[in-house]
């Protein structure tokens, strides 16, 4: 959810993340996107190239994977796409991935960098793993991969070797804390 953004971003990557000049929205994963039949179908461009940590394709088939999988579980991080009810995520080609509307939505693209459907998993890994340890040990596409996680407590990352921007990220090693009130976050950081 948005609540974790910078844990998310740093396993998964993002699709489309808020960055350009005035906070506009840019493609990450993506590398863009085009409107088409009056703003009822988008079709979204996967960068090339792309693998993720587990070594296996980052590529439309996977985004729409993704997609399908969100709108399913009918998580609570959803955005209120209006999609169509028949085939509303398709795959156009190895790395153009469409989403098809029920009706004109003009803020699609300007919803992802809030909501699960911006970050995509590696269904090998989930597929593999299941649900449950998946939860514990996510495979994305970002720059850096789980190392450990002490539920409600500490998450430990460490520099994705295959990331696809060269020579990043700059840090060997990431690590969250998670805490449970403001002042114990203070006597966190004040103790270290």
Do not use: C
Not at 133 to 150: Q, R
């Amino acid at each position: 959810p948005a609540t974790n953004m910078d844990m998310e971003n740093s396993i998964f990557g993002s699709l489309f993340e808020l960055a350009g000049k005035n906070g506009k929205l840019v493609p990450d994963l993506a590398t863009g996107y085009k409107v088409l039949d009056h703003g009822l179908t988008y079709e979204v461009f996967i960068r090339h190239g792309v693998e993720f940590s587990d070594g296996t394709p980052f590529n439309a088939q996977a985004v729409v994977y993704n997609w399908r999988r969100d709108f399913r579980l009918k998580d609570n991080d959803l955005p209120l796409w209006p999609i169509a009810s028949k085939n509303p995520f398709t795959v156009a080609g190895p790395y153009t991935a469409e989403i098809h509307l029920a009706k004109r939505y003009t803020p699609l693209i300007n919803t992802f960098h809030i909501h699960d459907v911006n970050w995509i998993v590696s269904p090998t890994a989930l597929r593999k793993m299941g649900e449950q340890k998946f939860k514990l040990a996510p495979v994305g596409a970002g720059p850096f991969t789980v190392v450990s996680d002490t539920v409600s407590s500490q998450l430990v990352l460490k520099k994705n070797p295959h990331y696809w921007q060269k020579g990043l990220p700059h840090i060997d090693k990431l690590i969250f804390k998670s805490v449970a009130t403001d002042e114990s976050a203070l006597e966190a950081m004040q103790s270290n």
